[in-house]
């Protein structure tokens, strides 16, 4: 069998923050009907290295149940994922790819990773929905861009520290 390497591979991945909330009901029956997603994410290439990037993904999520609002789960997490373009990839292609393939692969593994810490939950075992990871990034850019739109306002410097790349620089989006 012959295979060909991805054009984007996942290199490494860790979670830097995981808060998952059970909130137990305190009505006899509750039915989840809705499930509330935000993603947001931020994005730098290498310096040195540009077919190297680097994806930082918040994620959060909470369950609204019918008869109860704040039951269920409530989850925030972060996600880095470095990620390695193909040398054959398109360079002018790959700000749009790292985001639709790492948010993607980013998500998939958040999916197995809360299914297996839940289990052992009262609520049992979480599956978070499938996604479409263009119309995420979609409205994620628009965010970003409604954001940007609206008048500077001054903030506190953040603290910078670079993880895992060193010399990464930060891209817009």
């Given at each position: 069998?012959?295979?060909?390497?991805?054009?984007?591979?996942?290199d490494k991945f860790e979670v830097l923050?995981?808060?998952?909330?059970?909130?137990?009901?305190?009505?006899?029956?509750?039915d989840v009907d809705q499930l509330k997603?935000?993603?947001?994410?931020?994005?730098?290439?290498?310096?040195?290295?540009?077919?190297?990037?680097?994806?930082?993904?918040?994620?959060?999520?909470?369950?609204?149940?019918?008869?109860?609002?704040?039951?269920?789960?409530?989850?925030?997490?972060?996600?880095?994922?470095?990620?390695?373009?193909?040398?054959?990839?398109?360079?002018?292609?790959?700000?749009?790819?790292?985001?639709?393939?790492?948010?993607?692969?980013?998500?998939?593994?958040?999916?197995?990773?809360?299914?297996?810490?839940?289990?052992?939950?009262?609520?049992?075992?979480?599956?978070?929905?499938?996604?479409?990871?263009?119309?995420?990034?979609?409205?994620?850019?628009?965010?970003?861009?409604?954001?940007?739109?609206?008048?500077?306002?001054?903030?506190?410097?953040?603290?910078?520290?670079?993880?895992?790349?060193?010399?990464?620089?930060?891209?817009?989006?």
């Amino acid at each position: 069998m012959h295979t060909t390497a991805p054009a984007l591979q996942l290199d490494k991945f860790e979670v830097l923050r995981l808060l998952i909330d059970w909130r137990p009901p305190t009505v006899p029956v509750v039915d989840v009907d809705q499930l509330k997603c935000d993603f947001s994410y931020d994005v730098a290439t290498h310096k040195q290295e540009p077919r190297r990037y680097r994806m930082i993904l918040d994620f959060k999520m909470e369950e609204v149940g019918k008869q109860q609002a704040g039951t269920g789960y409530a989850i925030e997490a972060r996600l880095e994922g470095q990620f390695t373009f193909d040398e054959s990839f398109e360079e002018a292609k790959r700000p749009i790819a790292v985001r639709i393939s790492g948010l993607n692969m980013l998500y998939g593994s958040l999916r197995g990773v809360l299914a297996g810490i839940t289990g052992t939950f009262p609520g049992g075992s979480i599956t978070l929905p499938s996604i479409k990871p263009q119309a995420v990034v979609e409205d994620v850019e628009k965010r970003k861009l409604a954001q940007n739109a609206k008048p500077a306002v001054p903030t506190l410097k953040a603290r910078s520290k670079s993880r895992g790349l060193k010399g990464a620089k930060a891209q817009p989006g």
